[in-house]
């Protein structure tokens, strides 16, 4: 009898573990104790698989980037400004009272060997120039925590009166209580769990409407975020919308990106550099941003190129800016995809990070990126591994310009000219309005004490023969 039992929990366990491999979702990158791809192979996949990662809609806006770091808590929030003064105010003020309170709880939590991570982003959508929906979504992830907390929050808004857009607006007064008890019926909520934050985080999309609900508030917490989703024609049998637009698809005015058909294959307008004389590197984290043209125009102005760190979830909508980075000579480097602290991911989060922005840069440019800045500087055996077996060096820097905190042109001014020495790579961000400004007094003054301002690639050549995969450089 007991071999018997023995012998169908044996089966059992094989049963159970096949079904559970069947349905984890296996990243691209899942290899590590397979023979190791080639890079080209390997940059081939994740270029046929782009579109996976691009499922982000951003159809109004541009992006923004609220980026802090400090012992305890790290943040990466990428969120849209518009031209809506009503839909900044209120955006702003949730990434404000967000960050305010995941701080709060950091702060109260014993010390920590890894930082708390805040990291949120956005999609966003245009209903035929009349309305935008946005949602903002992302992740809580702490030590003290069992399991990251997912966070949602919705944004609907009139784009001609300038107003944020409530539901009953859409749905009408009479039938909110219908619309509501819709809703429960299809996410199988018990009416007894409905309270009156149920319907908050509704979105207008181009195609219907959708209702989130947030994990484990009102079904189980293994169910996630669950999002409930309505097309416009069965919402108008019901409850006759009063909505200007109910499709985006003939909308003349939608943005689509500004790619050539045909990407560079090579960067030009490079500089000569004399090693003679004085050499080091601006660099400049987490764009393409709205800010980094102008950045673009003032070293056509002056002289001299940087290297550009840039997010992988950024290029969408930008990619014109990514090819004039490689057109006038200055160097693209990698910065994530979406500014995931690395130190805190699987091997193949960190893989699929890499090789996701990896993949969008060549697809736009046609060049192969051989360098990473992880966000915050975080690194460690894991993502040193990771670099080694795609065959990419790691780069921080030797110059915190500390741009993000102080955001004020005249103190990144003073912190560059007082701290610019031979060899030194500088850290900046393009996506703060002041930092530009910053530079259309520090670009021409470094030149004029003599600093040829060069990649980071074109500062390594003269310390190293190659950059080693895997390994952190600082500086020359």
Known sequence: MKKTVAFLLVILLFFL????????????SSRQNAESPTSDSLLNEYLRNLSEYEGTVREYGKAASYIHMDEKFVIGIIYPKTDLNSLNTAIDRWVNETVAMYKAETDTAKSL????????????YLINNKETGIRMKGTFASLHLAHPVSIIKTFNADIASDSLLKLEQIIGNDNLESFRTLVADTAGVEQQAIDSEFLDNWLLTGTGMEIS???????ASYEGTKTITF???ELNSHFNLSLNGVSHEDSPDNQTPDQNSTPPQNQSSQQTVDPNKPILALTFD??????TERLLDIFQGHGGK?????LGSLIEGREGTLQRIANEGHEIGNHSWNHRQLTTLSHNEITDQIMMTNAKIYDVTGIECGIVRPPYGSFDETVQLVGQELGIAFVNWSVDTLDWESKDAEAVHTEIISNAKNGAIILCHDLHETTVDAMETVIPQLLAEGYQLVTVSELMSFSHSTLEPGKMYYCQ
Do not use: R
Not at 213 to 219: D, H, R, S, V
């Open 213 to 219: 609900l947030p994990q484990g508030k009102y079904t």
């Open 306 to 310: 940087a290297t550009f760190f840039v």
């Open 231 to 233: 097309d416009y024609a």
């Open 286 to 291: 987490d764009g393409p941003s709205v800010h």
């Open 113 to 124: 060997a890894t930082p708390a991570e805040l990291t949120v982003s956005y999609e966003s």
């Open 17 to 28: 573990f096949g079904c559970f491999n069947k349905i984890q979702k296996q990243p691209h």
